[in-house]
């Protein structure tokens, strides 16, 4: 909050012999509102005693407060000290330069989404099968509106054509930020020879030891202190990337469009063509790099 309002860590005597005046930010219907309910309170007694709310309106919000909120947040978000250090060492065992790829096929990812993929191994099926449950996939027509959509996780194969139509070094040194389980990698690795993984480069009792939040913890420090981070899949895990990512200025920020990818093939381009096609869908935002920060972030207002 420094540059907002002043902070202390002791209330001055005059303040902290006195009750503080105490303010209901329970929940109610509807959207909180601070500034209606408790800035008055706040202005009159100068000591209030409050729960914050977290439906709170912030339409209303002056564009400093939003900014001060945002980065508030952020520049207070922090691993643990002992998963921080556990993440600082992995991230220097990865070779300088390299891309963060956020890399989603896992069997849940690919049941979830109910989609149909064509010429996988017959170990990837049967991992898809046993995580379907009662999520059958989409077949016929409603399947290719669905894909076309831009609602199926791109394979790695697919992924690694994309970054080829990037013009995307082949020796370009990739850390690989994806879930256990992560199928048909080899789509991946035929091309781009210098991937890194959790499991390479961590000792085998440390990663074993792991459950999946820390292995995500993992994954999303070397996300925001990579040269450049690619997602390929706009979930949870890439919206916090991105919007750290762009509050600490790292602007290498690239989401890859599964829709665009769907709707081109869909139409018969493949090769060449499909390659120059897909360049010319990211290239504006391969060119910026700014990324996908949360709209109502306003982290780039600074006082």
């Known amino acids: 909050m420094s540059g907002f309002v002043k902070v202390v860590k002791k209330l001055p005597k005059e303040v902290a012999s006195k009750e503080p005046f105490r303010v209901d930010c329970s929940k109610r219907k509807g959207h909180f509102d601070y500034i209606e309910s408790v ?110 959509r831009g609602k199926c996780p ?67 420090f070397i996300s925001i202190n990579s040269e450049a981070y690619v997602a390929t899949y706009f979930g949870n895990m890439d919206k916090m990337v991105a919007a750290m990512r762009a509050f600490k200025r790292l602007h290498k920020t690239l989401l890859l469009d599964r829709r665009a990818f769907a709707e081109f093939t869909s139409q018969g381009l493949y090769g060449r063509e499909l390659m120059v096609a897909l360049w010319e869908a990211h290239k504006d935002d391969f060119a910026l790099g700014r990324g996908y920060a949360l709209p109502d972030c306003f982290c780039e207002f600074r006082l």
Not at 131 to 147: K, Q
């Open 154 to 220: 791109l394979t790695p194969k697919e992924t690694a054509f994309i970054l080829r139509s990037l013009s995307i070094p082949a020796d370009t040194n990739i850390y690989l930020a994806a879930g256990d389980g992560l199928m048909e990698i080899e789509g991946l690795t035929s091309s781009y020879t210098n991937v890194f993984t959790k499991s390479d480069l961590l000792s085998s009792e440390d990663f074993s030891s792991m459950h999946g939040n820390t292995k995500a913890a993992l994954d999303y």
């Open 39 to 148: 800035l008055p309170s706040l202005l009159e007694h100068h000591y209030i005693s409050i729960t914050p709310a977290v439906s709170q309106r912030r339409d209303r919000y002056p564009l400093y407060a939003k900014a001060a909120f945002c980065q508030a947040c952020y520049s207070a978000l922090r691993l643990t000290e002992v998963l921080e250090k556990k993440a600082s060492e992995l991230l220097k065992a990865i070779p300088r330069p390299f891309v963060s790829l956020h890399l989603r096929f896992e069997p849940d990812m690919v049941a979830y989404s109910q989609c149909q993929y064509p010429n996988l191994s017959i170990a990837s099926i049967k991992a898809i099968e046993a995580a379907r449950g009662d999520r059958r996939p989409w077949t016929g027509e409603s399947a290719l509106v669905w894909r076309n």
